[in-house]
């Protein structure tokens, strides 16, 4: 191989281990990019889960781990980094690339007993995520409602990157909300024997 294409070659491999180096970057949250050109918005949820517990119960099911002491089951998962009375700002991680990787948040979450836990975006792979736990009373129960906001930088490239992450996102959550509808409901009935 000539000169020229030794060059060629490692232009190309330094090219595609930069775009791989971003790429596994942004995936993780080290590398945040918030630029706020071509943003654009798409909705989270809603999700919607009926739980046979108190609203009370569900509510310390969601809160506890940010606002008391964070289970051993949770450590791998969740640290909150402050706490404050209302509001905490926490670290979560998630499982990604079949648990090869880790991708990493950061959000402040607020409560408003008994019936909203807001959460926040501060570090992510999107610039930008809003989410709410909404608590209502029904005759059942409670009726927990998850709903939220993604935004993404870079217009139509953005948008797709924002598909991608929303998925993950909203599965997280489903799992999320499955596991508060166990334990709250699981409450609920050892209080009643």
């Known amino acids: 191989m000539n000169a020229r294409g030794l060059r060629s070659a490692a232009w190309t491999i330094g090219a595609g281990g930069s775009l791989a180096a971003v790429y596994l ?10 630029v706020g050109v071509g943003r654009r918005l798409r909705a989270l949820g809603p999700q919607t889960v009926e739980v046979a517990a108190p609203r009370e119960t569900v509510f310390d099911v969601v809160a506890r781990p940010y606002l008391g002491r964070t289970p051993r089951a949770m450590r791998g998962k969740l640290r909150v980094l402050e706490r404050g009375g209302d509001m905490v700002l926490a670290k979560h991680w998630t499982p990604i690339a079949g648990g090869r990787l880790r991708a990493v948040t950061v959000e402040t979450v607020r409560f408003t007993r ?22 209502a009373e029904t005759a059942a129960g409670t009726r927990l409602v998850y709903e939220g906001q993604l935004g993404t930088d870079f217009w139509r490239l953005g948008q797709r990157w924002g598909a991608v992450v929303a998925e993950r996102w909203e599965e997280t959550v489903a799992a999320s909300l499955a596991s508060v509808k166990a334990e709250a409901e699981r409450r609920a009935q050892a209080g009643e024997r």
């Not at 970057?25 to 918030?34: E, H, I, K, Q, R």
């Not at 019936?115 to 608590?135: C, I, K, M, N, Q």
């Open 25 to 34: 970057g942004m995936v993780t949250g080290a590398v945040p990019v918030d």
């Open 114 to 135: 008994p019936e909203r836990a807001d959460f926040r975006l501060v570090r992510g792979p999107v610039p930008y995520v809003t989410e709410s736990f909404l608590l």
